[in-house]
C-alpha cells in the first residue's frame, strides 16, 4: 500500500472539519490550557514558507497537552483591518472589505491545509462589526475613566467629578496633563459645561490633545514609529515629516510602573522584556525650572544627574518645543524657522540613531541659572524629542558626550567649573567620584549626597522638585484613514461626546473614494451618511447636521493595535453578543498559557496589549491583570534571493556619415563584475563587440570607438528562474521578468555570457515579496505533504534562531515519512501486530518517549524531529511489529505529522482522532542495562568483545572469560601470569 499523502491529508482536514476535533469548551472537568499565536494580517500575497513556523510549533505543543489530558483552547483569526487593503481600495477602487474576504479566504485554505488544530469555531476578524463593537466599548470604558495614583488604578470619571464637586482639584493625585490648573470645588462649579469637559480631558485615560505625530503626506494618515523604517513610510516608502495635529492619545504612562513591575511575574523572554524596560525607560532625578531672561516663560527640564547643575552652559530645546517661538529673537527668526522645516523631515527614530550628525540653532534667548543667576544661551537642536521628558534639557558638556560635541561644533563655551577634578565623561560616570565644584554646599559630596542636596535648594527657591520621569510616551490613537474602526465619538460644541454603549456598534459608512478630502479631512470626511442623531440614536445624513440634535461624528478612526490590545480574551467566547465575554468564560480561560510571536511586536503590539489588560483589570472586566503567561519569540526562516548584474553599454563611435551613439542595457551573471564592482575587461569587450554588431551597416570596428562608458547595477530574480546549481534558467527568466510579451520584441536586452553557463549571485535575507525569494507553502504541500513541511520547519534549527530555507532540504523528512509508512505498511497491507515486543523496540520507545517529552516542554522541536528518523531507523532495523510499541510511537508522532499519524491510527483499528489518546508515559525500566559487552584485551590490546551479566562477580567473570574459545586460541596452552576485571567496563589479561 502506497503512501498517498494528498490523499491522506485531505481526508484527515476534512474529517477534523466535520466532527469539530479541535473544539474547546469553556465547561470541562479537564484541566485549561491556552495555546495563542499571534493572529495575522491577511495580505494578498497570502503566506510564504516563513510564516506557518510559529504556528507549526504551537501546534505541536497544543496537540500534545491534548494528548496529556487537557481541555486545549487554541483558537485563530484575522487582524484585518489595515494600511494595504486601504492602498489597494485607493488604486483600484475596491472596496477594503471585499479585498479583505478574498484574503482570508486564501490564508484560511493554506492555514487548513498545513493542518493546524486551530477552533475555528471562535474565529475573530477585527473588521467584523460584531467584533470591532466591543474595541468600541473598550474605548468609551477608557474616556470615561482616570489614573488615581493613590489608589493605583483606573476608576470611573463619576469619582473624579465628585471630588472636583467636594473641594476642587488641589489634592488630586491622578495621572493627567502637565499643564492642568487648579481651581476650588466653587470655581468647578462655576464653570461652563464646555470648561468641564475641557478640564475633564486632561484627565481622562484617552483624550483628544494636539500632539506631535509622524504625518505621512502621500497616504494621508498618521504613522506609528514602527510604521516607518529609515524616515519613509514602511508601506510605499513616502517621505514622513513631524507635525502638530489634533489626535486622540491613550494614557499609557499612568501604567509606566506597573507595566515595570509586571515584568517580573511573566515568563517571557529576557531580551523581550528588556526591550520594554528599556521602552518604558524609568528614571529618577529631579525636575528643574530655568527662568527665561526677558520674558516671563520658563524652561522646564528633567535631569537624573542634578548634581552636576553648575555645569549646564547652555539649553537644548526640541525644535518643536512651544517656547521656540515666543523666545526667538528676530535677528534668529529666519535661521531657526529653516531649521524647524528641515528637522520636520525627520523621524524621531531617525534622529534618535543618527549620533553623528550635528545640528542646530541659536534661538538668541538667554535662560537664568537657578543658583548662579548667570544668563544660559538657549538652543534648539534635533537631537532633544519633543515628546520625550519636558521637550527641553539642560546642557553640560563636560559630562555628557553629546553635549559635549554639541558645544565644540558650535564654539559654545565649556568652563571647566569642576576645578581640578577629573572631567572625563568615564570619571564624571563614577557615582562615587567626590564633587569638587565652584559651589559651597557641593564641595566633597559624593554624587548621591550631592543629588539630594541640589533637589533640596531647588525646592528653597522654588525652582525643582525630585521626580521619577519615564520614557513612555502616550500612545496616539488617530489614524486618518478609512479601514480601521470607528470611534464611537460625536461632537458638540467641539467636544466629544460618547455614544451609549446600547448603540454600538457604529459601522463604517460607505464612501466614494478612500483618500482624504480635498480639504484635508480623512477619507471617513467623503461619506455622506455620517451624523448621529441624539434622539432616535442611529446614522443619518450628513444634510441634516443641526447641532441641536444631530451632530458630526469623529472622521478618524482607531490604530490598527486598536483590534490587537484584547483580542485573547475575545477568543475565551467569541460568539457573545450581550458582553465582552461572559465572566464564566473569562474566569474559566483567564489568561493565555503559552504565546508564540514575533519578537519586533516588543514595543507595539506587546505594550498595548499589557496596558489594556492592566485596565481592564482595574475596571473588573477580566481577572488577572497579565494577559500572558508565558511567551516565546519564533525566529525567522530566511529566504536565499538571487541576482544578476544589468551592464548599461553607452558608445560613440564614428562613421561615414558622422559621429553615432548607442547605449543598450545586458544581463550579465555575477562573474562579469570585479570586486571592485566593475564591469570585468573580457565583458567589455563582448559588449562592445555585440553594439557594433547590431550596427554593422555602419561599418564601424573597434578603431572607430571615440568613447564609452559602463554602468552596472545589480538585478534581482526570482527564485523560479534560478537552477539548483545557481545558474540562469533564461526562458524562465524572461516569462517572469516580461510576462505578456513577445520575447522576439525584446532581445535587444539580452542576457550574454562567455559561455553556456550564466551565474546567479545568492544571498541569504528576510523572507519578502519584494526580494522575489518566496516560497508558496501550497506547491510544498503538493509535491512533499504538509506533514513533511511541519516536520521541515521545525528541524531546520531551534524555534527562535533565525534559518535559511532550503527546498531540497525536504526530501530527507520526506523520506523518513516514507519509512515510517513502511514500518506498519507493505504492499499487503498492514503489516502490526499483537507479538510481544523485544527488549530492544521497548528500549528504542522509551529512550524516545523521554527525549521527545522533553524536547517538547523545552521547545526543542528540531531535535525532537531527529530523535523520530533515530527511532524508525532502529525499529526497523529491528524488524518490530509489534503493537504495543508501534501505537505508542504514533502518539509521538502526531503533534508533529498529526495526518500520517491519523491514518496510521486508523488503520490500527481506533474509530477515534489520535488527538484523544494519551501521551505514552515513559519507563526508565526499559533503559537499564542487564548485561556488558566487555572489551577482552590480552597485554593491553583488545582482541573481542564478550557479552556477559552485569551482576557477575569477578570470581565468575574471570572463569567466563577463561573459558571461551577465543581466549584459548589466544594463549595456546599459556597460563596467564595476571587476569585483570573491572566489572562493568574491561577485562585484560596480562602473560
Known amino acids: 500500500m502506497k503512501y498517498d499523502f494528498n490523499q491522506i491529508e485531505k481526508k484527515w482536514q476534512e474529517y477534523w472539519a466535520k466532527n469539530q476535533t479541535f473544539k474547546a469548551e469553556n465547561h470541562s472537568d479537564k484541566p485549561k490550557y491556552y495555546v495563542l499565536d499571534m493572529f495575522p494580517y491577511p495580505s494578498g500575497a497570502g503566506l510564504?514558507?516563513?510564516?506557518?513556523?510559529?504556528?507549526?510549533?504551537?501546534?505541536?505543543?497544543?496537540?500534545?497537552?491534548?494528548?496529556?489530558?487537557?481541555?486545549?483552547?487554541?483558537?485563530?483569526?484575522?487582524?484585518?483591518?489595515?494600511?494595504?487593503?486601504?492602498?489597494?481600495?485607493?488604486?483600484?477602487?475596491?472596496?477594503?472589505?471585499?479585498?479583505?474576504?478574498?484574503?482570508?479566504?486564501?490564508?484560511?485554505?493554506?492555514?487548513?491545509?498545513?493542518?493546524?488544530?486551530?477552533?475555528?469555531?471562535?474565529?475573530?476578524?477585527?473588521?467584523?462589526?460584531?467584533?470591532?463593537?466591543?474595541?468600541?466599548?473598550?474605548?468609551?470604558?477608557?474616556?470615561?475613566?482616570?489614573?488615581n495614583n493613590d489608589a493605583e488604578k483606573a476608576e470611573d470619571i463619576s469619582?473624579?467629578?465628585?471630588?472636583?464637586?467636594?473641594?476642587?482639584?488641589?489634592?488630586?493625585?491622578?495621572?493627567?496633563?502637565?499643564?492642568?490648573?487648579?481651581?476650588?470645588?466653587?470655581e468647578w462649579k462655576a464653570f461652563s459645561s464646555k470648561e468641564q469637559q475641557e478640564i475633564l480631558l486632561q484627565y481622562r485615560l484617552t483624550y483628544l490633545a494636539e500632539t506631535e505625530v509622524n504625518w505621512c503626506p502621500a497616504l494621508g494618515t498618521v504613522l506609528a514609529n514602527d510604521e516607518i523604517v529609515n524616515g519613509v513610510s514602511e508601506r510605499g516608502g513616502h517621505p514622513v515629516v513631524r507635525k502638530k495635529m489634533t489626535q486622540w492619545s491613550m494614557r499609557i504612562s499612568a501604567y509606566?510602573?506597573?507595566?515595570?513591575?509586571?515584568?517580573?511575574?511573566?515568563?517571557?523572554?529576557?531580551?523581550?522584556?528588556?526591550?520594554?524596560?528599556?521602552?518604558?525607560?524609568?528614571?529618577?532625578?529631579?525636575?528643574?525650572?530655568?527662568?527665561?531672561?526677558?520674558?516671563?516663560?520658563?524652561?522646564?527640564?528633567?535631569?537624573?544627574?542634578?548634581?552636576?547643575?553648575?555645569?549646564?552652559?547652555?539649553?537644548?530645546?526640541?525644535?518643536?518645543?512651544?517656547?521656540?517661538?515666543?523666545?526667538?529673537?528676530?535677528?534668529?527668526?529666519?535661521?531657526?524657522?529653516?531649521?524647524?522645516?528641515?528637522?520636520?523631515?525627520?523621524?524621531?527614530?531617525?534622529?534618535?540613531?543618527?549620533?553623528?550628525?550635528?545640528?542646530?540653532?541659536?534661538?538668541?534667548?538667554?535662560?537664568?541659572?537657578?543658583?548662579?543667576?548667570?544668563?544660559?544661551?538657549?538652543?534648539?537642536?534635533?537631537?532633544?524629542?519633543?515628546?520625550?521628558?519636558?521637550?527641553?534639557?539642560?546642557?553640560?558638556?563636560?559630562?555628557?558626550q553629546r553635549d559635549y560635541d554639541f558645544a565644540k561644533h558650535f564654539n559654545i563655551e565649556i568652563p571647566n567649573i569642576f576645578e581640578g577634578a577629573d572631567i572625563s565623561e568615564e570619571a564624571f560616570a563614577d557615582k562615587d567620584k567626590t564633587i569638587i565644584a565652584n559651589s559651597d554646599f557641593l564641595n566633597g559630596l559624593n554624587y548621591k549626597k550631592a543629588t539630594k542636596r541640589v533637589i533640596f535648594?531647588?525646592?528653597?527657591?522654588?525652582?525643582?522638585?525630585?521626580?521619577?520621569?519615564?520614557?513612555?510616551?502616550?500612545?496616539?490613537?488617530?489614524?486618518?484613514?478609512?479601514?480601521?474602526?470607528?470611534?464611537?465619538?460625536?461632537?458638540?460644541?467641539?467636544?466629544p461626546q460618547m455614544i451609549d454603549a446600547a448603540h454600538l456598534p457604529i459601522q463604517l459608512p460607505e464612501v466614494e473614494k478612500y483618500l482624504p478630502t480635498e480639504t484635508g479631512e480623512p477619507p471617513l470626511g467623503n461619506a455622506t451618511v455620517w451624523a448621529w442623531n441624539t434622539e432616535t440614536n442611529e446614522v443619518v445624513s450628513n444634510d441634516l447636521i443641526d447641532n441641536n440634535t444631530i451632530f458630526p461624528l469623529e472622521l478618524n478612526t482607531m490604530p490598527g493595535w486598536a483590534g490587537s490590545s484584547w483580542y485573547f480574551n475575545r477568543y475565551m467566547d467569541s460568539t457573545n453578543n450581550e458582553a465582552f465575554a461572559s465572566q464564566e468564560a473569562l474566569n474559566y480561560w483567564k489568561d493565555v498559557d503559552l504565546y508564540i510571536g514575533g519578537s519586533e511586536h516588543a514595543t507595539g503590539h506587546l505594550l498595548y496589549a499589557r496596558f489594556w489588560q492592566k485596565f481592564l483589570f482595574d475596571k473588573g472586566v477580566v481577572p488577572v491583570d497579565e494577559f500572558a503567561k508565558k511567551l516565546i519569540n519564533q525566529g525567522m526562516i530566511l529566504g536565499t534571493s538571487g541576482y544578476i548584474n544589468m551592464a548599461i553599454c553607452a558608445i560613440k563611435f564614428n562613421t561615414p556619415e558622422g559621429t553615432g551613439s548607442k547605449s543598450t542595457n545586458?544581463?550579465?551573471?555575477?562573474?562579469?563584475?570585479?570586486?571592485k564592482g566593475e564591469l570585468t575587461e573580457e565583458y567589455k569587450s563582448i559588449l562592445r563587440k555585440k553594439n557594433i554588431q547590431d550596427y554593422e551597416y555602419y561599418k564601424v570596428s573597434e578603431n572607430d570607438i571615440i568613447e564609452e562608458t559602463f554602468v552596472v547595477n545589480r538585478t534581482p530574480v526570482h527564485v523560479d528562474a534560478i537552477d539548483s546549481s545557481n545558474n540562469l534558467i533564461i526562458d524562465e527568466f524572461y516569462k517572469w521578468k516580461y510576462p505578456n510579451q513577445d520575447l522576439q520584441k525584446i532581445k535587444v536586452i539580452e542576457?550574454?555570457?562567455?559561455?553556456?553557463?550564466?551565474?546567479?549571485?545568492?544571498?541569504?535575507?528576510?523572507?519578502?515579496?519584494?526580494?522575489?525569494?518566496?516560497?508558496?507553502?501550497?506547491?510544498?504541500?503538493?509535491?512533499?505533504?504538509?506533514?513533511?513541511?511541519?516536520?521541515?520547519?521545525?528541524?531546520?534549527?531551534?524555534?527562535?534562531?533565525?534559518?535559511?530555507?532550503?527546498?531540497?532540504?525536504?526530501?530527507?523528512?520526506?523520506?523518513?515519512?516514507?519509512?515510517?509508512?513502511?514500518?506498519?505498511?507493505?504492499?499487503?497491507?498492514?503489516?502490526?501486530?499483537?507479538?510481544?515486543?523485544?527488549?530492544?523496540?521497548?528500549?528504542?520507545?522509551?529512550?524516545?518517549?523521554?527525549?521527545?517529552?522533553?524536547?517538547?516542554?523545552?521547545?526543542?522541536f528540531n531535535t525532537s524531529v531527529s530523535t523520530f528518523m533515530i527511532a524508525v531507523n532502529e525499529l526497523t532495523a529491528q524488524k518490530c511489529s509489534s503493537k504495543a510499541v508501534l501505537e505508542q510511537l504514533l502518539v509521538l508522532i502526531s503533534p508533529y505529522a498529526p495526518?500520517?499519524?491519523?491514518?496510521?491510527?486508523?488503520?490500527?483499528?481506533?474509530?477515534?482522532?489520535?488527538?484523544?489518546?494519551?501521551?505514552?508515559?515513559?519507563?526508565?525500566?526499559?533503559?537499564?542495562?542487564?548485561?556488558?559487552?566487555?572489551?577482552?584485551?590480552?597485554?593491553?590490546?583488545?582482541?573481542?568483545?564478550?557479552?556477559?551479566?552485569?551482576?557477575?562477580?569477578?570470581?565468575?567473570?574471570?572463569?567466563?572469560?577463561?573459558?571461551?574459545?577465543?581466549?584459548?586460541?589466544?594463549?595456546?596452552?599459556?597460563?596467564?601470569?595476571?587476569?585483570?576485571?573491572?566489572?562493568?567496563?574491561?577485562?585484560?589479561?596480562?602473560?
Open 457 to 495: 535648594e531647588l525646592e528653597q527657591l522654588g525652582q525643582g522638585v525630585g521626580k521619577t520621569n519615564y520614557r513612555l510616551r502616550d500612545a496616539v490613537f488617530s489614524r486618518q484613514r478609512y479601514w480601521g474602526e470607528p470611534f464611537p465619538v460625536y461632537y458638540v460644541d467641539g467636544m
Open 751 to 860: 542576457c550574454i555570457s562567455s559561455d553556456e553557463v550564466f551565474k546567479v549571485g545568492r544571498e541569504v535575507e528576510k523572507m519578502s515579496k519584494s526580494k522575489y525569494n518566496v516560497v508558496n507553502p501550497d506547491q510544498i504541500c503538493i509535491d512533499y505533504g504538509a506533514d513533511s513541511l511541519r516536520l521541515y520547519e521545525m528541524f531546520l534549527g531551534p524555534l527562535e534562531q533565525y534559518k535559511p530555507w532550503n527546498t531540497a532540504g525536504i526530501t530527507g523528512v520526506h523520506g523518513f515519512l516514507k519509512k515510517l509508512w513502511k514500518l506498519y505498511v507493505d504492499d499487503n497491507g498492514l503489516k502490526v501486530n499483537d507479538s510481544e515486543p523485544s527488549a530492544d523496540s521497548l528500549k528504542t520507545l522509551h529512550k524516545t518517549i523521554k527525549k521527545v517529552q522533553e524536547d517538547i516542554e523545552n521547545f526543542s
Open 899 to 991: 495526518h500520517i499519524a491519523e491514518e496510521l491510527w486508523s488503520q490500527l483499528g481506533h474509530n477515534e482522532s489520535i488527538s484523544t489518546a494519551a501521551f505514552p508515559k515513559f519507563d526508565k525500566s526499559h533503559l537499564v542495562e542487564s548485561s556488558k559487552n566487555y572489551p577482552i584485551s590480552f597485554n593491553g590490546k583488545m582482541r573481542f568483545t564478550l557479552e556477559l551479566p552485569l551482576d557477575m562477580s569477578k570470581e565468575d567473570i574471570e572463569k567466563a572469560v577463561l573459558a571461551h574459545e577465543k581466549t584459548q586460541e589466544q594463549l595456546q596452552g599459556r597460563t596467564p601470569k595476571k587476569v585483570i576485571v573491572v566489572p562493568g567496563k574491561i577485562v585484560n589479561i596480562v602473560g
Open 48 to 147: 510564504h514558507v516563513g510564516h506557518p513556523l510559529g504556528y507549526i510549533a504551537s501546534d505541536i505543543y497544543a496537540r500534545y497537552k491534548r494528548h496529556q489530558g487537557f481541555n486545549v483552547l487554541h483558537p485563530q483569526g484575522y487582524d484585518s483591518f489595515g494600511l494595504p487593503a486601504e492602498q489597494y481600495a485607493i488604486q483600484t477602487g475596491q472596496h477594503p472589505a471585499i479585498t479583505t474576504e478574498t484574503n482570508i479566504a486564501t490564508y484560511r485554505r493554506q492555514l487548513d491545509q498545513i493542518g493546524f488544530s486551530f477552533d475555528w469555531s471562535r474565529e475573530v476578524r477585527t473588521s467584523d462589526p460584531s467584533y470591532y463593537k466591543w474595541t468600541q466599548w473598550i474605548f468609551i470604558q477608557l474616556f470615561n475613566s482616570w489614573y
Open 159 to 186: 469619582t473624579l467629578i465628585k471630588i472636583f464637586e467636594a473641594e476642587g482639584n488641589a489634592n488630586v493625585n491622578a495621572v493627567c496633563d502637565d499643564a492642568v490648573e487648579t481651581f476650588t470645588a466653587e
Open 666 to 675: 545586458y544581463y550579465v551573471p555575477i562573474d562579469a563584475v570585479n570586486q
Open 256 to 400: 509606566a510602573e506597573r507595566l515595570l513591575q509586571g515584568l517580573e511575574k511573566i515568563d517571557w523572554t529576557d531580551s523581550l522584556k528588556e526591550s520594554q524596560r528599556n521602552w518604558i525607560g524609568k528614571s529618577v532625578g529631579a525636575a528643574v525650572t530655568f527662568n527665561v531672561k526677558d520674558h516671563d516663560d520658563v524652561i522646564e527640564v528633567f535631569t537624573t544627574r542634578p548634581d552636576t547643575i553648575f555645569g549646564v552652559s547652555f539649553m537644548t530645546l526640541a525644535p518643536e518645543h512651544d517656547l521656540v517661538s515666543k523666545i526667538t529673537t528676530p535677528e534668529q527668526k529666519a535661521e531657526v524657522e529653516a531649521y524647524i522645516e528641515a528637522t520636520a523631515k525627520r523621524s524621531e527614530r531617525e534622529r534618535m540613531a543618527d549620533v553623528k550628525t550635528i545640528t542646530g540653532a541659536f534661538t538668541g534667548a538667554y535662560a537664568e541659572h537657578p543658583f548662579t543667576k548667570e544668563p544660559i544661551p538657549v538652543w534648539i537642536g534635533d537631537y532633544v524629542l519633543a515628546g520625550y521628558g519636558t521637550g527641553a534639557v539642560m546642557s553640560v558638556p563636560c559630562g555628557d
